[in-house]
């Protein structure tokens, strides 16, 4: 009996440390809906729900025109379970920015210029009213 409840207590431990780490303020998210990406948002702010082991967690919807949303989730949902709102599975994941190669100065791709023989830049303009004849 003792073995057992050793065993039970050391998965309880392993899968705790496997556990994804929760949303912060200022994340960056990405909202799945149906499993399928759907929606850009960042977490505006994080504040308890009056129900213990709920949060109510403030959205700002990336789109045009960007929207605020308040969205009340459970200690699982703001880890990225997933959930259903109206019987839509939906869930949330933080969205990490790709690292990228710096290039030390000096090096071939630091120093290529694409533009040979004293070429200049074209110049576009978006202004229709703009453009010369």
Known sequence: MLTSKFEMLNKLLMAMKQKRKS???NDII???????????ARVEKIYPDVKPGWWRVKLLILQVPVVTTIWILDNDQIRGAEFTMNGTPIRIEVVKAPETKTQQPGTEAANHNPRTNNQQARILTLNPNNQKK
């Open 30 to 40: 990405l909202i799945y809906i149906e499993d399928r990406p759907a929606i850009f």
């Open 23 to 25: 949303i912060i303020e």
